[in-house]
Structure formats: structure tokens, C-alpha cells
């Protein structure tokens, strides 16, 4: 029953690793889990794989910069600029599809330098890299105001998706990898970002393109919403950047990354 650091760190992970039968497994422990069995079928390549794939969809869910790197480049997805302003996109398979592309690109992206971090063929500075994720969501966000890129936001989602790899095998790093299965864990943790990533949108893309007509879309939820993003997002950068807390709660609030 693994409970060390939990009531002062719910988010703290414990990895047990060992050695059975001649291979590498490992267990992760957390406030959730805090029993696991291992040895036998329990310590097996499935359970370890979902024990992985548990971690990316958890990993996701708290790294509030990604979920909103990704809300930004999604909001403008139900609608279309026509005259200088946004109106309503006219079907939903027209939404899907910039959706799909924008989720596909940032999903192909992100998964090349997290494969490439977490096999330690590519390394950066994690202060640059975490830097440059809250850039990208000033941007992301800013774009909504002053819109530059339309309906090519799926490249903006490729080229960022790069960067925000990079902070995938950050908390990768920090969970460990097995040597004995590291494909196995990188898979699992990069199936299980994928599945958080498509709950995130599951529940986005159907309400706003309900809403989607409403002048408080348009106004409140892509406007409003894009300011709010871009002003959390130049904290975060301010505060990477130049190594320094302006607000505890804003800073705690991104440590997903």
C-alpha cells in the first residue's frame, strides 16, 4: 500500500521497477492506485502497458497548457471568416474536418519527439522547452483575436506539436521507462495522451457546434475565451522564461507539463 508523499503531492508517482523470468517490468503507483500486485500475470506487458496508458491520459488531462494550446486552435473550428468576421460554419462534417486535421497533425507531431526525447536521440533544455509551450499558446490564442491563419491552423498545430513532444517526455522522464520494455511504456503513455486528448474533443466539438449560431460564442466563448487564454498563457511565459512566480496559483496550475 503505497501512500508516501500523497497527502502532501497528490499528483506524486511511485515506479517500481523489476526483473522476472529474465525481463523488465514495472508497476506505477499513485492516490489512485496505490496497491498493485506484481509478479505473475499482474506484472505482465498488459498490465503495464495500461498502467502507461493510465499515466498519458492523466498526464493530459493536468497539463492545463496542452488542453489549452489545443482548445485554441479548436474554438475558430465551428465557425468560418468570411468579410472579417466569423460566422457560422454551414455543416458539421465541415467542423470535423478541421478538426480532424488539427488533432491528427498535433498527434503525428507531438508523438515524433516524444519517441525521439524518450529514446535520448533528441534532448533540449526543459526550460526552453516549457518556454516555448506557453509561447505557442499566447500565439494560438492571439490568432483567434487578430486572425493571421484560418483554416490552416492544422500546420500551426504540426509545427507546436514539435515543441509540446518535448514536454510529453518531460513527465515521461520523470514516471521512468524500463529499459527492458521501453517500447512497450512508450506506447502505452503515448496511446493513453491520445485517448485524454480525444475525450478533451469529444466533448468540445458537439456542444460548440450547437452553440455555434449564438452571439455568445462568437463573443464570449472564442473572444472572451482567447483573452482569457492569452493573458493565463504570457503568465506561464513570463514566469519559464525568466524563472521567477507571479502568481503561485497560475504556476501550480501548469506544472502538467
Do not use: M
Request: glycine share 10%.
Amino acid at each position: 500500500d503505497y501512500s508516501l508523499l500523497h497527502d502532501l503531492d497528490p499528483q506524486h508517482r511511485g515506479l517500481l521497477n523489476f526483473v522476472e523470468a529474465g525481463e523488465s517490468h514495472s508497476v506505477i503507483f499513485s492516490a489512485d492506485a496505490p496497491r498493485q500486485v506484481v509478479g505473475g500475470e499482474a506484472g505482465g506487458r498488459l498490465v503495464q502497458f495500461a498502467a502507461y496508458v493510465r499515466e498519458g491520459v492523466w498526464h493530459i488531462w493536468i497539463g492545463f497548457d496542452h488542453i489549452l494550446f489545443l482548445v485554441s486552435l479548436l474554438l475558430p473550428a465551428v465557425l468560418v471568416r468570411r468579410h472579417g468576421a466569423w460566422q457560422p460554419t454551414p455543416d458539421f462534417r465541415y467542423a470535423f474536418w478541421d478538426v480532424f486535421k488539427i488533432v491528427t497533425a498535433f498527434t503525428v507531431a507531438h508523438s515524433i519527439t516524444l519517441t525521439l526525447a524518450a529514446l535520448g536521440l533528441v534532448s533540449l533544455p526543459s526550460r526552453w522547452v516549457e518556454s516555448a509551450i506557453a509561447a505557442s499558446v499566447v500565439l494560438a490564442a492571439l490568432n483567434n483575436l487578430v486572425p493571421v491563419i484560418d483554416r490552416g491552423r492544422w500546420v500551426v498545430a504540426c509545427f507546436f506539436g514539435l515543441v509540446h513532444g518535448f514536454g510529453f517526455a518531460g513527465a515521461l522522464a520523470d514516471l521512468g521507462l524500463p529499459q527492458g520494455s521501453l517500447a512497450l511504456s512508450l506506447a502505452g503513455f503515448n496511446v493513453g495522451v491520445e485517448l485524454g486528448q480525444l475525450a478533451i474533443v469529444g466533448v468540445f466539438l458537439p456542444v460548440a457546434f450547437l452553440i455555434r449560431r449564438s452571439w455568445a460564442y462568437r463573443h464570449i466563448v472564442l473572444t472572451g475565451g482567447s483573452a482569457v487564454i492569452v493573458a493565463i498563457a504570457a503568465v506561464w511565459l513570463t514566469e519559464r522564461a525568466f524563472n521567477i512566480v507571479l502568481f503561485p496559483t497560475v504556476a501550480s496550475s501548469s506544472l502538467g507539463s
